[in-house]
């Protein structure tokens, strides 16, 4: 592993040290289906070189002191409501032309860089759609609809239609299963190679959530087209899938016998990590707790199937509840996977998903976002002040997993968990979260060949701190969500 200094020139004395970044870790995998779980896992170690944020150009320093001897406030009422978003950077003394940039820089460079060693998205051709694009994992070289959800998202975060419809008319192309008689109908295989071609039919349930809610929100932002990008038939076909569809039995990944159901288990009102009633035998039903997202489920509960919006207002509150269940009481920390009450669950194939790791990064934001647009639970500011007071006592050159009750388990570190600090910070009152605010701003976007998780996250982080990344409404929401706030 080659290692090099960085200094921090920020006013805190958090930052105000030399320290030695090392090369950040590779996404633990996205696993579909046990034993294609099981193969990604070997096929993924730690890597050793240094092609990501440690070789990348450093940030200047901050424009002002941060300061960090204020408490964060959370607003007392959510984004839906108010229409306000904060930007934590331009509290820092950050210039908004310089925060602007720096997204932007993100957006190109992963989204339009250099294609050996910035982008982590490449054209594909053209069908009578038009054009295709696709995200692809550059360490595992593989495409995975969590990085087409998650692309799609900072697209119609960032107004970038046709980088929006390319990844989406490739996700509909080669991901998803159009035949009523396939195991996986409605659902997006969760692994591909850039061909097109399988590797795992099985669905990640993740990515139809970001799936359903990127296409919601490109409907109010540009409109419903034609065919596949008539994006609220598209949405609701998907939410319609995930809480209603029944059990298909049939054969997955060239021959394999399978039986999926909802993504949603009914009786917990809980995103279940797989479908596929095979590993629930050899694993029990069970979740993932960086699946949950009440955020998205509330925006579901006002906007999706009106026959379904009840469910979906229950499971943002089954979520939170969640939330506090599945953390440490101390260390504030999640597990990969876990069993619907809560408790850390070790798969068969892995029992590490029982730690802290790279699924378990994006816990933090989805609770700390959640606060942000709905503000409907105090917990999880709890849970934001609890995460970062553990990572603060673990110093500014954190180590990237851990088990729950705070003892490390790698030696290096992560820009993607960096990032997901850095939007707890949304939901923190504590002083301390500011570090973790400035941190993330000082990085630059990944580099080589573990650029694609930690970019990402890196980018949809860089979105969120600056207020940017929103709740998109209907052309006629705006209004009456004031009216609500108002109330």
């Known amino acids: 592993m080659n290692l090099r200094k960085i200094t921090y020139p920020v006013a805190s004395s958090w930052f105000a040290l030399t320290v030695i970044a090392c090369t950040p870790s590779n996404q633990g995998s996205q696993v579909g289906s046990p034993q294609q779980g099981a193969s990604q896992q070997a096929q993924s170690p730690a890597p050793a070189d240094t092609s990501s944020q440690a070789g990348a150009a450093q940030a200047p320093p901050a424009a002002e002191p941060a300061p960090q001897g204020q408490p964060l406030r959370p607003a007392a009422k959510g984004a839906f409501f108010t229409g306000e978003y904060r930007n934590l950077f331009a509290e820092l003394g950050h210039k908004t032309d310089e925060i602007d940039a720096k997204i932007k820089k993100a957006y190109e460079q992963l989204f339009h860089g250099d294609p050996k060693e910035q982008a982590v998205l490449f054209a594909a051709g053209k069908n009578a759609n038009g054009p295709k694009a696709y995200i692809m994992d550059i360490g595992n070289n593989d495409v995975r609809s969590e990085g087409m959800s998650y692309g799609m998202m900072i697209a119609v975060q960032v107004d970038r239609k046709d980088d929006f419809d390319a990844l989406w008319n490739w996700a509909k192309s080669h991901m998803y299963h159009a035949s009523p008689r396939h195991p996986g109908h409605g659902y997006f295989s969760w692994q591909m190679r850039p061909d097109g071609t399988a590797i795992d039919e099985n669905p990640a349930p993740d990515a139809e959530e ?278």
């Open 210 to 487: 970001y799936f359903a809610t990127a296409l919601l929100f490109a409907f109010h932002r540009w409109g419903n087209g034609k065919g596949i990008y008539d994006y609220r038939k598209e949405a609701f076909g998907i939410l319609d899938a995930m809480k209603n569809r029944k059990s298909i039995a049939g054969t997955v990944n060239k021959g394999k016998k399978a039986t999926l159901v909802s993504l949603f288990n009914p009786e917990h009102k809980m995103v279940r990590f797989t479908p596929d009633t095979d590993n629930f035998s050899k694993n029990g039903d069970h979740t993932d707790p960086s699946y949950h997202l009440p955020a998205f489920y509330e925006l579901w509960a006002a906007w999706g199937p009106e026959a379904d919006r009840a469910f979906w207002a229950e499971a943002a509150k089954v979520s939170r509840d969640f939330f506090v269940k599945t953390t440490h009481p101390q260390t504030g920390l999640s597990p990969d996977y876990a069993n619907f009450d809560g408790t850390p669950k070790a798969a068969s194939w892995d029992a590490g998903t029982a730690n802290f790791r790279y699924d378990a990064f994006r816990t933090a934001m989805n609770w700390a976002v959640d606060a942000a647009w709905w503000a409907k639970d105090p917990r999880e500011i709890e849970l934001s002040d609890r995460l970062l007071a553990f990572f603060e006592a673990q110093g500014p050159k954190y180590k990237a997993n851990f088990t729950l009750d705070g003892k490390p388990i790698v030696d290096h570190d992560s820009l993607g968990l960096v990032s997901m600090n850095g939007v707890a910070a949304l939901a923190a009152t504590h002083p301390r979260a500011w570090r973790f605010v400035e941190d993330l701003y000082q990085r630059e976007p990944p580099t080589g060949k573990w650029r694609y998780y930690d970019g990402m996250l890196y980018t949809m982080a860089l979105l969120h701190l600056s207020g940017k990344f929103r709740i998109i409404m209907p052309p006629a929401q705006p209004a009456a969500a004031a009216a609500a706030s108002k109330g």
